[in-house]
């Protein structure tokens, strides 16, 4: 084959190539305008049955899809969401409120239920003071009438007995409450022991200072030990056994009061002073009656004068005895003049 026939085969090879790709391209383009022609004849049928269903609208549709009718539905939707929100909030919150003042209520009545009781433990110390101090003068009165002479004591024994019997009354009396308010008020049992003790010396001293009288009525010698011992022993209930109550009563009421002021409550009463449970008049934790305090100056030993109120008992009895010495003479010396006669 030669050069001309091969260049021949070429061309018609060439040509039969760019025949196919016109004819490929021909049906292409045909395909791709088929293509667009479905998807705008697909679009408008949508459009046209988007007409028809906008046509067919009902009336209430079209007024509700209205702006103003949007605008007026969002208004009162909101009106009524905002009033149903409100009214939840106000409620909760008048339900909080009344928590609190509740709370604050049951707090406050707390508070002064406890400082009641506080300033009643007030009462009830310097009512002790009072009453101890008031018949102890009474014994000090009737034992400084056993110091006088004769002439004296004649002159005013009746005042004399009539005031210590009048204070041995009202102490016999007083005693008795004290001793109740005593159980009712303060929660330390070593309290009402050591207020039964102080009752018991006193009672001690007023036999004895009953019999002292007697003597004096009957014109026997009066017994000078008895009355230096029972001197002793008013002693020793003012000395030691009145500031040992007063100091237990005194550590109760403290911590009592140190509950109160750290108690979830207090800060009802924050704006008042510590001190106003205390009733006026009346003495502050860690006081003492001014008789106590200047008896107890430079004595602080417990066991003798404790001795001094047991040694009254014993006493009375060795001064009996005696007596009872003195009259066997005076008997026998009797009947010896008797039988002389």
């Known amino acids: 084959m030669n050069a001309e026939d091969q260049e021949q085969i070429k061309t018609a090879v060439v040509n039969d190539l760019k025949q196919a790709s016109e004819e490929a391209r021909r049906e292409a383009s045909v395909a791709w ?25 009902s009336g209430t549709h079209r007024f509700l899809k209205h702006p103003v009718t949007l605008l007026a539905l969002g208004f009162v939707f909101t009106t009524l ?28 009545r707390e508070r002064l239920t406890r400082s009641e009781e506080i300033k009643q433990k007030y009462e009830v110390k310097d009512e002790i003071i009072k009453r101890v101090a008031e018949t102890n003068t009474a014994a000090e009165d009737i034992l400084l009438f056993f110091e006088m002479d004769h002439v004296r004591q004649a002159r005013e024994q009746n005042e004399r007995t009539k005031y210590w019997q009048e204070a041995t009354r009202a102490w016999r009396i007083n005693e008795k409450i004290l001793r109740q308010r005593l159980q009712l008020r303060f929660e330390n049992r070593h309290i009402n022991e050591l207020f039964d003790q102080l009752t018991k010396y006193r009672g001690w001293v007023g036999i004895n200072i009953d019999n002292q009288q007697e003597r004096v009525s009957t014109r026997v010698p009066i017994c000078r030990e008895i009355v230096n011992q029972a001197n002793a022993c008013m002693g020793h209930v003012t000395v030691t056994m009145m500031p040992d ?91 010896s003049r008797r039988k002389n006669n």
């Open 81 to 108: 969401l905002g009033t149903i929100v409100t009214s939840w909030w106000k409620h909760r919150e008048w339900e909080n409120e009344q928590g609190y003042l509740k709370a604050q209520t049951q707090c406050e």
């Open 245 to 335: 109550v007063i100091k237990l009563m005194n550590q109760e009421i403290l911590q009592n009061e140190n509950d109160l002021r750290d108690s979830k409550c207090a800060s009802a009463g924050s704006d008042q002073p510590s001190n106003t449970t205390r009733p006026a008049g009346t003495t502050s934790v860690g006081d003492t009656s001014p008789q106590i305090a200047s008896a107890s100056t430079g004595n602080t030993s417990t066991q003798p004068e404790l001795n001094a109120c047991q040694k009254l008992q014993t006493i009375a009895g060795i001064c009996d005895s005696d007596d009872r010495k003195r009259q066997k003479p005076r008997s026998h010396s009797r009947q």
């Open 33 to 57: 305008k088929r293509r667009l022609t479905e998807a705008v004849n697909l679009e408008s049928a949508k459009q046209e049955v988007i007409t028809e269903l906008s046509e067919k609208e």
